[in-house]
DNA sequence: ACGCCTTTGAAGAGC
DNA sequence: GCTCTTCAAAGGCGT
């Protein structure tokens, strides 16, 4: 039903997947609302983004190898996207934003990849946005307000200059080619000094690429609430330098002649063998001998369209990801956020932070994620046309939750199975979806916030992220559902299967399906340093000024009020 | 070092 | 057509 983008609904296929908040129904609209919120929880952000940032730079810092490149990369497009992020929900000032799909270079799927999608992403565009003046509502780009920057006060960034899904338009080559900057986005490249739009430099056109400590250090650096301490990259940077504007000029050999190919700054004369027959750049057939993964090993269907012999085969084949779907795409985005937000390292518990944030998006939010994970699944199968899923299967040697719905009783899973993160989740989402402002969700009450420790959040709840949505049917009461499967019943599919077999439906301690548990199951625990009220959607004004002492009543709060058992 | 955890969505296989 | 499985990202944690 939503051919919600409607002009821009192309090709949009995609019917089913829009299914999935088919159901979201009305609630979600209330987001657009906390704009001004969200401009104020910049600044509560930036105090847990700089308290966060210490000890991510020390992460990013222990994997100089090659391997970790992408990650270190990743890494920053993530302190990017914090940045960024701070505008993120203020999307629907981005209703027709025009989705940049245009194949690239590099190749995202490759597992010993390139660079990072999202770093690349960020390459000319970002950084020269951040110039832009602070607060958002000012749109005022003539005034560089340094003070602002060397606060760490994250920049709100208006939203014409750029879209907050930006960092997920992972397969654009456009930033690599300075000439040719976006054509949307050139006028955005902004003097860092005057703030007035100019022809970018070439050096300039990548300010992504980690600046040279000296760069960094004689300007006062717009990233510099980011940045780890005074000129030091944000993300690690290879022993062979990454210091030249163009990363490819300085990196080892490998990574050089493997971007070299795929960030020609013009693009004009790309090695022939990098472009795939549809005129794309190949990336799995650009490096097979330069970069292949560790593992190295080509798909069959790779040795298909790869021109290189299919000698050593097994070697060779790079690991095709799998296209990112919706919810990755907004999980890359916005994973960084929730970590700053909430100090949380989980991955697990941030997922489930996620998950909740996902379905309280607006529609018009999730339907840019949806538009750009089939736009990526385009792109994928034009890079890999003979590529499947079924590739990778096995790829991963491990296997897991084989829960056969029958074969064991709930209680006798893996306890893993029963693990929740949900309960600090929950206690971070409470104050803002428990506000009126907020998603008015009858999942969240009051109680909750008041005692954001309190198991307020029960356990079936718990088993369905939903659950902060207003909707009280849909996915919810699949959740409820025995793992048996009332759940995969759903024609809408989203969910259905996957979700409702992986869940932790963990039918706790003797209470039926669809009562309410007051038990939440937490073996692992978030430790209540992690949390925040604010992790799950921006918070309202009101809790503004409860943020801080929140957290440091959470920094303060014994983690064993939430594993307090009921039975 | 490896696998699990967690999330949603997509895709494939099997029935 | 429906159900189930696997994988995609990510990083702490357990073995």
């Known amino acids: 039903m939503p051919q919600l983008n409607g002009g821009g609904g192309d090709d949009l296929g995609a019917n089913d997947e829009m299914i999935s908040f088919k159901d979201e129904g009305e609630q979600e609209e209330k987001i657009s609302e906390n704009v001004s919120a969200e401009r104020d929880l910049d600044d509560v952000k930036s105090s847990l983004v700089n308290e966060s940032e210490s000890s991510s730079d020390s992460e990013v810092r222990k994997e100089p190898d090659s391997e970790s490149y992408e990650k270190a990369r990743d890494y920053f497009s993530e302190a990017l996207r914090r940045q960024q992020d701070g505008g993120f929900f203020k999307s629907p000032h981005y209703p ?12 995202p799927y490759l597992s010993n990849g390139s660079l990072s999608p ?16 602070g607060s958002a509502g000012l749109k005022d780009s003539r005034s560089p307000t340094p003070g602002h920057l060397s606060n760490k006060v994250p920049v709100v960034q208006h939203a014409h200059h750029v879209h907050p899904l930006t960092p997920l338009i992972t397969y654009s080559n456009e930033h690599f080619s300075p000439g040719t900057p976006p054509s949307h986005l050139s006028p955005e490249i902004l003097d860092p000094k005057t703030g007035i739009p100019r022809t970018p430099h070439p050096s300039e056109l990548s300010p992504y690429y980690p600046l040279s400590p000296g760069a960094v250090g004689s300007i006062a650096h717009p990233l510099g609430w980011l940045m780890p301490q005074q000129g030091q990259p944000m993300y690690s940077i290879p022993p062979g330098g990454f210091r030249h504007p163009y990363p490819a000029l300085a990196m080892n050999a490998s990574m050089s002649s493997l971007v070299s190919s795929r960030f020609s700054p013009h693009m004009v004369t790309p090695p022939p063998h990098s472009l795939h027959q549809t005129g794309i750049p190949h990336p799995a057939i650009v490096s097979p001998a330069i970069k292949q993964e560790p593992s190295g090993d ?40 929730v970590v700053a937000e909430c100090t949380l390292k989980e991955s697990a518990a941030i997922n489930q932070i996620l998950g909740r944030r996902w379905h309280s998006l607006s529609r018009e939010e999730q339907a840019k994620y949806y538009e750009l994970a089939r736009k990526e699944r385009q792109l994928h199968s034009q890079l890999y046309p003979g590529w499947s899923a079924r590739d990778n299967y096995g790829k991963r040697k491990k296997r897991k939750r084989d829960n056969k719905p029958d074969s064991k009783p709930e209680g006798e899973r893996s306890k893993k199975q029963c693990v929740q993160y949900l309960p600090s989740e929950k206690m971070c989402d409470s104050p803002a979806s428990s506000h009126g402002s907020m998603l008015d969700s009858p999942a969240t009450p009051s109680a909750a916030l008041a005692s954001p420790a309190a198991p307020a959040a029960t356990h079936s709840e718990q088993a369905q992220p939903l659950s902060l949505t207003t909707k009280p049917e849909g996915r919810m009461h699949h959740h409820f559902s025995l793992p048996g499967k009332a759940s995969g019943s759903t024609s809408s599919s989203t969910s259905s299967s996957s979700s409702s077999s992986s869940q932790p439906i963990s039918i706790p301690v003797g209470t039926s399906a669809g009562s309410q548990p007051t038990t939440p199951i937490l073996t692992r625990p978030i430790p209540f340093t992690s949390l925040h009220p604010s992790m799950l959607s921006p918070p309202s004004p009101f809790h503004q000024a409860a943020l801080h002492s929140h957290h440091a009543l959470f920094q303060s709060q014994p983690l064993s009020l939430v594993t307090k058992q009921t039975e």
């Open 96 to 107: 027709g934003y025009p989705f940049l799909m245009i194949p690239d270079l590099t190749n």
């Open 118 to 133: 999202s770093a690349r992403t960020y390459l000319q565009m970002k950084w020269p946005l951040l110039d832009v003046p």
């Open 298 to 337: 080509m798909s069959p269907t790779m040795h298909a369209k790869s021109p290189v012999p299919p000698k050593k085969e097994e070697d060779k084949k790079p690991h095709i990801k799998k296209p990112l779907n919706a919810f990755m795409l907004y999980m890359k985005e916005m994973r960084a956020k």
